[in-house]
Nanobody, 127 residues
Framework: QVQLVESGGGSVQAGESLRLACAVSRGTISDLCMGWFRQAPGKEREAVANGYRHAFDIYAQSVKGRFTIPQDNAKNILYLQMNSLKPEDTAMYYC?????????????????????WGQGTQVTVSS
């Protein structure tokens, strides 16, 4: 089955950038609906973005204009480029994969849509 491994998290100051990576194995990112989620302490898991192939959209209003979703198909890696980080971006970030579908990249998809999850990578932003 598809395996996802996130990396790139860490502790940064507000205003700095981080790039998270989601390495996919036993599957191809161009054949999957891919998503990024995050969960802050004491809060529910939040959908950040999802998409299929190169059509991604950001759904977390607080990160629009700051986060983008590059990908390297040759390496089978999906990224989450996070710029101008804020303390409220502090969370565990998860990569997820599911079947491609008409709503992937067009609307928020629930956690249940995604069959495969990475272990998460922690991002901590201090002020």
């Amino acid at each position: 089955q598809v395996q996802l491994v996130e990396s790139g998290g860490g502790s940064v100051q507000a205003g700095e950038s981080l790039r998270l990576a989601c390495a996919v194995s036993r599957g191809t990112i161009s054949d999957l609906c891919m998503g990024w989620f995050r969960q802050a302490p004491g809060k529910e898991r939040e959908a950040v973005a999802n998409g299929y192939r190169h059509a991604f959209d950001i759904y977390a209003q607080s990160v629009k204009g700051r986060f983008t979703i590059p990908q390297d198909n040759a390496k089978n890696i999906l990224y989450l480029q996070m710029n101008s980080l804020k303390p409220e971006d502090t969370a565990m970030y998860y990569c997820a994969a599911g079947p491609p579908g008409e709503y992937c990249g067009r609307s928020v998809l629930s956690q249940g849509y995604f069959h495969y999850w990475g272990q998460g990578t922690q991002v901590t932003v201090s002020s």
